[in-house]
């Protein structure tokens, strides 16, 4: 082989095993870190996981805001208005604009009595912005 | 929202009527006007430019520039005339009763013009308008069908974007006859100094990247990839980058004391959307430094000029249509999302024809890949390709997974970016270390020698540092120390070889030289403060009562009282903390006209550590959730990124660039002295 061709194969060769390697590694990245998004009517219905990571989202219902005496601990509830509504507990600071009747994001798990226990709690930055996961549930504000 | 021509004029004579004639109730319909005349200028600058060069009519190309000139003019007007609506609280302007208020500074008011879509997008193209004019002017001693067409692509980018501005978000829009009276407010995250300053800068980096696309554009029909096409090239791309670095830079920061959590970078996918051009733009900056030098790399590096900016038009898309769930996210609106989408598939899909029909006729010289200089920098490029890629992956996966699963929504966390993202960057110091000792073509093997003597007393030092963390009481888990140490040896060595080789230099220290230098060594700052900030801060959120103390790391946070104050348009809870000798303020502001609440950390910022207070919510006991943290060289992480924006303008300052305006200029009057 001339050089250039020997160049040009080394070259081919070597993007071949980069780019095999990169979507190799990606792919086996993304398996392990990626949540998946469950509606309050899957959080009832058990479609979602107990015990793994996931995001749920839904509705602060009214009232249902609740402080510990001691420390940060939270629990509201989550619904979809349509009657599928789950019970959430959090510890520590809530986003600035959380507020009840406003749609949420959590991040965390599952006990077996299906209460969620957030690692997160997302709220949106804007009154004119929803997150689109929300977006299907209809909103009251 | 389509608005024709009449109705315009319709609105423009009812304004008329309403304010008794005077000019400047009809500012609005003329800024409208403005910019429907700054379209027709970028028509006629596409034709002139492209038909002139490609007809061989040299005085369509030579008065194309008057057409840069206009466009730049009526989007001028366009602007000043929209920033005077805010002034005058015109509220029969939707945009303005969209996002501002009365009672909002007047500063505010100024940078509410580019707080939302509408707004950002006419400065998204006055900015383009400010390029295309600085391409007309500076590149006049250009050849001329170089010159034409560069101008000429600019001009059609400019026609696509002030379609889309007219066509589905025009910010001139009115509502009459019933006219608001009160202003719904600019979004208060928005209401910092933050935001006056970041949006344009970085629209500058995203938009500058035009330029280096049109170049290349230019430089593929015109069949001329050489490199004197790359030192064309060079200088627009590294302004446009440094642009995009500081506007990057000015957003960590902002995020970091706006958003009350005390973390700079969240991989947000808007966070994304303007990293991947800066990535892929880092690419570009190095590839075109071998084409310059050695002509090698071409059609890769002009396939780099076309990624770079279609991936700043795929994060205008991400922004701008919604699909992605981001806190900073406009709102959603189908039809700009098409819009954006058609107007990205046909730049990318023509640009990348022409591509593919031009560069089968452009012969690269065969670089030299012994241990050369060339190799480094190869190797620069396959890195960052591959980091755009992993943010590209993690920025459109849920996206994919939701078309292909017919609905299942999925989010991808920081955790993948991370676990990716870091290690390349590893990877990447360790090549960035030896740079300096590189040469074009083949390096001496003895040149490593030194730079290995270097790599091992870092690496003493790293083992003295690994032993003090170890030593030092706090439980840390041992995987993340070794990491940071990782991090300050790699960062020291890649210091250390960089200024012994500026010491050892023998001859000139070029501008382009200490440029390369400057931002190498900023990448080093910016690195050891992203894993030192990331492993060894302090962070407590805790419960407390005005009386109460808490200790963090050694030092006493006492929460002294709470007082109300109100501010312009909000009414504050403003909480002092006393710690050691100073005083820290975090603030609860609510702001009246959208009721809603913002966080307003206290810090006190230091080369070392910033100490950082954020107020949560009042508990129904009189007490607040409070978070504190001492945020460990986290200002590095940004000193890094002001580095790496100096040491590219610095490059563009070079000697060489100048010469080469003079060489042409001197050439031309010889031409026409004889």
């Not at chain 2, 501005?165 to 006219?179: A, G, K």
């Amino acid at each position: 082989m001339s050089p250039l061709r020997k160049q040009r194969l080394a070259a081919v060769l070597f993007i071949l095993f980069g780019s095999g390697l990169t979507i190799g590694v990606v792919l086996f990245a993304l398996q392990e870190n990626v949540d998946l998004f469950y509606e309050p009517q899957k959080v009832v219905g058990g479609d979602a996981p107990i015990a793994k990571r996931i995001r749920a989202g839904g509705m602060v219902e009214k009232d249902s805001l609740v402080y510990e005496p001691e420390g940060l601990g939270v629990s509201f509830v989550l619904s979809d208005l349509r009657g599928s509504r789950f019970e959430v507990r959090y510890k520590g600071l809530l986003p600035g604009l959380f507020r009840e009747g406003q749609g949420v994001l959590v991040v965390g798990q599952l006990d077996t009595s299906r209460v969620f226990y957030a690692k997160e709690v997302l709220a949106k930055h804007d009154e004119n912005y929803m997150p689109p996961e929300l977006v299907g549930m209809g909103s009251e504000s | 929202m389509t608005t024709s021509t009449s109705d315009v004029l319709t609105a423009k004579y009812e304004s008329l009527d309403a304010t008794l004639g005077t000019l400047w109730g009809a500012g609005p319909e003329i800024g409208h006007l403005a910019a429907i005349i700054g379209l027709v200028a970028a028509i006629v600058l596409s034709v002139l430019g492209h038909v002139g060069a490609a007809t061989r009519r040299r005085s369509w190309v030579e008065n194309s520039g008057s057409f840069a000139v206009l466009q730049l003019i009526t989007l001028v007007v366009a602007f000043v005339l929209l920033v005077h609506a805010f002034l005058k609280d015109d509220y029969s302007v939707v945009y303005v009763v969209s996002n501002s208020n009365a009672l909002l500074p007047w500063y505010y008011k100024v940078s509410a013009v580019w707080g939302a879509h509408e707004g950002s997008f006419l400065l998204w193209t006055l900015i383009m308008a400010g390029w295309t004019f600085a391409v007309a002017m500076i590149g006049r001693r250009l050849p001329y069908q170089i010159y034409g067409r560069v101008l000429g692509t600019l001009g059609l980018l400019n026609t696509g974007f002030l379609l889309f501005l007219l066509q589905t978000s025009n910010p001139f829009l009115r509502l009459v006859p019933n006219v608001p009276t009160v202003g719904a407010d600019l979004n208060p995250l928005l209401q910092d100094f933050g935001l006056i300053v970041h949006p344009p800068l970085l629209y500058a980096g995203y938009v500058g990247f035009s330029v280096a696309f049109a170049f290349g554009v230019a430089g593929l029909i015109s069949g001329r990839l050489d490199a004197t096409w790359a030192r064309w090239t060079r200088p627009w791309t590294n302004v446009a980058w440094a642009f995009l670095t500081v506007g990057i830079t000015l957003g960590s920061w902002w995020a970091y004391y706006e958003l009350g959590w005390g973390g700079w970078w969240f991989w947000d996918p808007v966070e994304n959307a303007s990293f991947m051009p800066w990535l892929a733009g880092t690419a570009l900056i190095h590839s075109l430094a071998v084409t310059e030098k050695r002509s090698a790399f071409r059609s890769w590096t002009v396939l780099l000029t076309i990624l770079t900016f279609s991936l700043c038009l795929l994060g205008a898309f991400i922004v701008r249509s919604g699909v992605l769930t981001s806190v900073h996210a406009f709102a959603v609106d189908p039809e700009r999302g098409v819009f954006l989408l058609v107007l990205l598939g046909v730049t990318v899909g023509g640009s990348l024809a022409l591509y593919a029909i031009r560069v089968p006729a452009i012969r690269g010289r065969i670089a030299y890949m012994g241990l050369s200089r060339e190799l480094f920098l190869l190797i620069n490029n396959a890195l960052f390709v591959v980091a755009v890629a992993v943010v590209l992956v993690g920025t459109l996966y849920p996206l994919a997974y939701e078309a292909v699963t017919g609905g299942d929504k999925i989010s991808v966390g920081p955790p993948y970016f991370n676990r990716l993202f870091v290690p390349l960057m590893g990877l990447l110091a360790v090549f960035l270390a030896l740079v300096p000792v590189a040469r074009w073509k083949r390096t001496p093997i003895r040149l490593f020698r030194q730079v290995c003597w270097l790599l091992l007393a870092s690496m003493l030092v790293g083992a003295v540092f690994f032993v003090v963390a170890i030593m030092s009481d706090r439980v840390l888990n041992i995987g993340s120390i070794v990491g940071v140490v990782i991090a300050v040896t790699l960062a020291l060595w890649l210091l250390l070889s960089h200024s012994v080789d500026f010491i050892q230099r023998k001859g000139a220290r070029p501008l382009g030289y200490l440029g390369m230098l400057l931002a190498h060594i900023g990448f080093a700052v910016g690195a050891v403060g992203v894993a030192t900030t990331s492993v060894f801060s302090h962070e407590t959120e805790v419960r407390l009562s005005p009386g109460d103390t808490v200790e963090l790391n050694a030092r006493q946070y006492h929460f002294v009282s709470v007082t109300t104050v109100n501010g312009p348009n909000y009414i504050a809870q403003r909480a002092k903390f006393d710690v050691g000798g100073i005083s820290l303020y975090p603030e609860k502001r609510n702001y009246l006209a959208r009721d809603s609440v913002m966080t307003e950390a206290g810090i006190e910022p230091g080369f070392f550590q910033d100490l950082y207070i954020a107020l949560g919510e009042p508990l129904p006991d009189g007490s607040w959730g409070v978070r504190i943290q001492e945020k460990v060289l986290v200002r590095w992480v940004w000193c890094g990124g002001l580095l790496v924006c100096f040491g590219g303008l610095l490059a563009v300052m070079d000697g060489r660039y100048r010469r080469l305006a003079l060489r042409r200029d001197g050439l031309a009057t010889a031409v026409k002295a004889a």
